[in-house]
């Protein structure tokens, strides 16, 4: 039988099993259909199409040097991913197609769709689990619901994953003679980021197992101490490798119990800290599959739903400028658009400050950072925004808000960070340059702080306390 990988955000040759499943039922080819008006739609951002156009290129040749083709369907919007696929299965002569599922909204209906169509010709659509480290929808309350708190789903996580790890699922062998690899010179519409940017993000597998056994040879051990620290390299900087499927969540699970002896709950604290991080992402996976409201961008606590947000569109220019005269705040955002990332402790900082701070809609946030993030990814980014905004399932309590200040202090001591990426307050000593006088301020040009910490901390407060009751809501 001809079969077919549909690959998405699964890029990766190893421990794909939808790839492996297909090579195992007959001779595979593999297609990938980019859909730049759907992109826009999604508000994706420049730098993260580019890095999933420079990872297919890399996975094309993988594929080609063990004669798997690639071909490449550009279609606009998913709607029309059904009749693509229809038409190049019927020319092929594929006989089944295999995915690994994705679970937004939008792909899910996609995906039905394409079934529907598929299942007309007598070619059927399988449906594989590669981008969680358990199906979504197996892991229960005892009532027989979703989970809504992060600690009690990541024990059951721990218990099952202690048993039954998922084993790693072997790159499908050469098929033939190496093919010539495709060429994807079409930036699909989205421009490319400056050399500098593409630099910090280099494509394909080997790249992103280098950046794997880095983290795991010097990361790992003080990851819980060094985690939140922005001025040092005290992450995986894996995230953006995750969302695309360059390398999978069991691989990174893999790796941290071979260096853990094996323990998911006790052992190294690195190790532990690292892998409850894998465990929210897979929380908000699960998450989003459960709730399909959150791919709608709705508020898991309907209630907040009635929260009175300001229109200030100034404030919100300033905050997404990194000219709010916060320096952490600041010197987040700068780097956001300096490297289409940003510091995940910084994320909560900066996510807090624009939903409490300034009280502004956290929609327009989560929507400014997919609009910049190499790493954006639905689940992760809702969820992450969604706790700051205290709308989310398992939020930080809506009266419990960061004071950037001494966040700032506290995780930048030195203001190293912040001297990187706020080069006009270089000059200033380790205290003041975390708050910096109204004088340091003029002399340096640097700006007055859009908004009192203090008084706006009051005013989110007071909006959240008149929300009605969650029963009424």
């Known amino acids: ?8 955000s699964d890029l990766r040759l190893h421990d794909n099993p939808a790839l492996a499943a297909a090579a195992e039922q007959g001779n595979v080819r593999a297609v990938y259909l980019p859909a730049p008006g759907q992109w826009r ?5 420049p730098a993260k199409i ?3 156009r420079r990872n297919l290129q890399a996975l094309g040749q993988t594929l080609a040097a063990r004669g798997i083709a690639l071909d490449v369907l550009p279609i606009d919007t998913w709607a029309q991913a059904p009749e693509a696929l229809a038409t190049f299965c019927a020319t092929h002569r594929i006989g089944a197609v295999h995915i690994n599922a994705e679970w937004p909204i939008n792909e899910q209906r996609r995906d039905q769709a394409c079934a529907k169509r598929l299942a007309a010709m007598d070619v059927a659509l399988h449906v594989h689990q590669g981008a969680t480290l358990l199906t979504p929808g197996s892991v229960r309350t005892g009532s027989g619901g979703p989970y809504r708190v992060f600690t009690p789903f990541a024990r059951v996580c721990r218990e099952r994953l202690r048993s039954a790890t998922p084993a790693a699922i072997r790159a499908p062998a050469a098929q033939g003679p190496a093919l010539a690899a495709p060429l994807l010179e079409d930036d699909w519409g989205f421009g490319t980021p400056p050399e500098a940017l593409q630099a910090r993000w280099p494509a394909g597998e080997e790249a992103a ?3 794997l056994r880095e983290f795991l040879d010097d990361g790992l051990a003080r990851y819980h101490e060094r985690r939140d620290l922005p001025a040092v390299p005290g992450t995986s900087a894996l995230s953006a490798y995750l ?3 360059v390398v999978s969540p069991a691989q990174c699970l893999r790796a941290a119990l071979s260096v853990n002896q094996g323990e998911i709950d006790s052992g190294l604290a690195g190790a532990r800290s690292w892998i409850t991080e894998l465990l929210w992402r897979e929380f908000y996976v699960h998450l989003l599959a459960a709730y399909p409201a959150l791919s709608m961008h709705r508020p898991m606590r309907p ?3 009635h929260v009175q947000w300001r229109e200030a569109p100034q404030d919100l220019q300033a905050w997404q400028a990194g000219l709010t005269g916060i320096p952490i705040v ?3 955002q700068r780097q956001l658009l300096a490297t289409g990332w940003m510091h995940n402790r910084l994320r909560m900082v900066s996510a807090m400050f624009l939903s409490k701070n300034l009280l502004l809609d956290w929609r327009l946030g989560e929507a400014w950072f997919m609009a910049h993030l190499v790493d954006g990814d639905l689940a992760a980014n809702n969820g992450g925004w969604q706790w700051s905004a205290s709308t989310g399932a398992d939020a930080v309590p809506y009266f419990r808000i960061f004071n ?3 966040q700032s202090r506290r995780f930048d001591p030195d203001g190293r960070f912040l001297r990187r990426w706020l080069p006009e307050l270089a000059g200033l000593d380790a205290r003041a340059i975390h708050e910096p006088s109204s004088a340091q301020r003029l002399a340096t040009g640097y700006p007055q702080a859009i908004v009192d910490l203090k008084s706006s901390r009051l005013r989110a407060i007071e909006a959240y306390a008149r929300l009605p009751s969650p029963s009424a809501a």
């Open 1 to 8: 039988m001809n079969t077919l990988i549909w690959l998405r």
């Open 41 to 45: 739609q999604h508000g994706d951002a």
């Open 50 to 52: 580019d890095f999933w």
């Open 209 to 211: 197992h280098a950046r």
């Open 243 to 245: 969302a695309c499927g």
């Open 303 to 305: 209630e907040t739903d």
């Open 330 to 332: 600041d010197a987040a």
């Open 404 to 406: 950037p200040v001494t």
